[in-house]
Every structure is written in structure tokens, then in C-alpha cells.
């Protein structure tokens, strides 16, 4: 075994071995190194769609709170960190208006009911509930109800309707990433779309600490024809230039 991944080394130039970078970023500089990695993957894309993902990796890196590795990224791609226009919180609008109205008991019979404003985004308006309840009792109650909601439900015909499971699953996962709860956290990431995902990855990395060392899947998964590779690995790495990692 030993021999053959020596040999293995022989094959490789030095200047392929120091392509191929650190299998893992750890250590206080974890997120300087993660942001080389994420903007390696870049590297291969067309210039036209390095230019469409350059301001959402800068912002990303702003999220650090880290001045001076903002200015030199600035300064290598010769580049502001030109801030998004801020989306229109609609859900969280929706949620405070509903909250207004019916209070907590009413926001819940409202939103199993699936009615106005939550026959559409309920999953969204539900998950910005979550976040503007103050007490812990209420917040799991709304939680609870998600996941029950998120089950199949069987329709007249005898078939299997999973029409909300998915963006259920992702609120959920956002939610549990963000509130440091690994056991909902797996639960949630069951029922989305691609449970597999490199940002549930980093997500679930912010729970379980060490995103460093999915360094290599980064890598290893670089896409030359889509941009949503280098998007997930910002949108799964951003939390954690933001917010840290989950105290354990």
C-alpha cells in the first residue's frame, strides 16, 4: 500500500503537487485559506461567469468582519465589494403582520390551515416565525409544526403529495444551522432536494466544527460549466465567516 502511493508521488510533477494545495484549511487562518480554495474552483470557469460570482464572493469574504483580507481580495481582482441591493424581506414581513393580527396561537392556525399569507412561501414565513418569537416554548412549538407539516401527505387518489417536503427541509436546515441544533439539522436535511450537498456540508460543518476540511471536496467538484458549485460553497461558507462555528 505503502509503495504504491510513493510511486503514485513519483508520477506527480512538483508543479501539480502544489496545484493540488492543502487537502484541508485548519488553524487560525482557516478562512483565508477556504476563500483561496472557493475562488480556485473559480478559477476554471469562463471569465464572463468569474465576473458574474466575483461580487457575491466579495461580499462573502466581507462577512468575516476581516478588513484586511477584504482589501487584499479587493486589490487581486481589482475589485469593490460592491454590497447587493438588500432583498425585500417578504417573509418576515408576512410573519410580523400575521403576528399582529392573530398573535402566536392565530400565526399557527393560520399557517396549518395554509391560509393567506401562507398559501405561498409558507415554509419561509413559518421559518421567519421561528426567528421572531422570543420565547423558546413558542419557537419550538413552530418548529414541531413544520416538521409535521414537511411529512407526505396522501391525497384522495391514494397518492404520495410532497409539494412542500423539500423547501420545508431547506427552512428547516437553515434554522437548525443557525440555532446550532445538529439532531433537527440531519432530520431537516432528509427531506430536501439534494440532501448531499456541498452547502449542507458547510452547514452541517458550522454545527460539528472543521468546514477546513471539506477544502478538497471544493476542489475536487470544481465545475468549468456552471457557476452553482463556487455559489454553494459561498452560500455554505458564508454562516460561518459570519457567525463562527456553534459553541459544542
Given amino acids: ?36 480554495v472557493i475562488w480556485e474552483a473559480a478559477g476554471i470557469l469562463p471569465p464572463e461567469k468569474q465576473a458574474r460570482v466575483q461580487p457575491v464572493f466579495l461580499e462573502t469574504v466581507g462577512r468575516t468582519g ?48 395554509g391560509a393567506a399569507p401562507f398559501n405561498i412561501g409558507r415554509p419561509e414565513i413559518m421559518a421567519a416565525g421561528v426567528r421572531l418569537a422570543t420565547d423558546a416554548a413558542t419557537q419550538r412549538r413552530l418548529i414541531d409544526a413544520m416538521f409535521e407539516l414537511a411529512q407526505t401527505k396522501v391525497t384522495r387518489g391514494g397518492l404520495g403529495d410532497d409539494f412542500e417536503k423539500r423547501d420545508f427541509g431547506h427552512a428547516l436546515a437553515e434554522l437548525s444551522m443557525q440555532r446550532c441544533d445538529l439532531a433537527s439539522f440531519d432530520r431537516a436535511v432528509a427531506l430536501t432536494a439534494a440532501p448531499d450537498s456541498l452547502r449542507y456540508a ?9 468546514a477546513g476540511q471539506l477544502a478538497a471536496r471544493i476542489r475536487s467538484e470544481a465545475d468549468a460549466d456552471d457557476t452553482r458549485h463556487v455559489r454553494n460553497a459561498l452560500e455554505g461558507y458564508g454562516p460561518i465567516a459570519a457567525l463562527g462555528y456553534c459553541r459544542r
Avoid at 512538483?14 to 483565508?32: F, I, K, V
Avoid at 465589494?81 to 392573530?102: F, K, L, M, W
Avoid at 458547510?202 to 472543521?210: D, E, F, K, Q
Fill in 202 to 210: 458547510l452547514w452541517r460543518a458550522r454545527i460539528t466544527g472543521n
Fill in 66 to 113: 476581516d478588513a484586511a483580507l477584504l482589501r487584499s481580495w479587493q486589490s487581486r481582482l481589482g475589485a469593490s465589494a460592491r454590497h447587493r441591493t438588500p432583498q425585500i424581506d417578504y417573509a418576515g414581513q408576512q410573519a410580523e403582520a400575521v403576528v399582529a393580527e392573530s398573535g402566536w396561537s392565530g400565526f399557527e392556525q393560520r399557517a396549518r390551515a
Fill in 1 to 36: 500500500m505503502l509503495k504504491a502511493f510513493l510511486i503514485l508521488l513519483a508520477g506527480l510533477s512538483p508543479a501539480a503537487l502544489a496545484h493540488a494545495g492543502p487537502l484541508a484549511c485548519q488553524g487560525p487562518d482557516e478562512a483565508t485559506c477556504m476563500f483561496e
